[in-house]
């Protein structure tokens, strides 16, 4: 296994959620910049992570140790400076963890990523959330059924238009 970042003052990180999308990675760490899409086996994408901010579900990278299952993400780098302010915007509910993805190229590298430790498995993404993990999903172009699969993920209303608004302001 091998690093691709060969600098101790950058970090390589897997995003399988709404960091995948460069437009809100680069607004929380701006020196973001892709390596490769990836994959994390033995994990499958569920959206059970409950959001003390807004009570709401964000996704995970869910452990099963089931050899067929496979979470699809992007490898970015960026530098070890801004780590704490990505830590900090991933908030409670998650914890930092070094995971081992195989790049599209079959090189199998470790990259830091998070998951989650505050699941409620009732609760159900905003749409603005789920928006966010489509648009990384489809910059990158990851495979339809894995998109559809994103796509079917119910969601729950925001009442916090406000918070929407801002939240899709990256896109406009």
């Not at 600098?7 to 460069?22: C, E, I, K, P």
């Not at 569920?46 to 993400?73: I, M, N, Q, W």
């Not at 998109?147 to 939240?167: F, L, Y």
Request: glycine share 6%.
């Amino acid at each position: 296994m091998t690093m691709l970042s060969g600098q101790a003052d950058t970090v390589l990180y897997f995003a399988y959620g709404s960091n995948m999308s460069s437009r809100r990675l680069q607004a929380r760490v701006p020196s973001a910049t892709l390596v490769s899409r990836a994959s994390l086996h033995g994990h499958q994408l569920r959206f059970h992570k409950h959001s003390l901010d807004d009570h709401s579900a964000k996704c995970d990278a869910y452990r099963t140790g089931e050899p067929d299952d496979r979470v699809l993400g992007v490898l970015f780098e960026f530098e070890q400076a801004e780590l704490a302010h990505l830590d900090r915007c991933e908030g409670k509910g998650y914890k930092v963890v070094h995971v081992e993805v195989e790049t599209e190229d079959g090189e199998l590298v470790r990259a830091l990523s998070y998951a989650a430790v505050l699941i409620k498995p009732e609760l159900r993404p905003y749409p603005w959330y789920k928006q966010h993990v489509l648009n990384g999903a489809r910059e990158h172009a990851l495979p339809a059924d894995y998109i559809a699969m994103i796509e079917a993920e119910p969601t729950q209303q925001d009442h916090d238009e406000a918070r929407a608004e801002r939240e899709l302001a990256l896109y406009r």
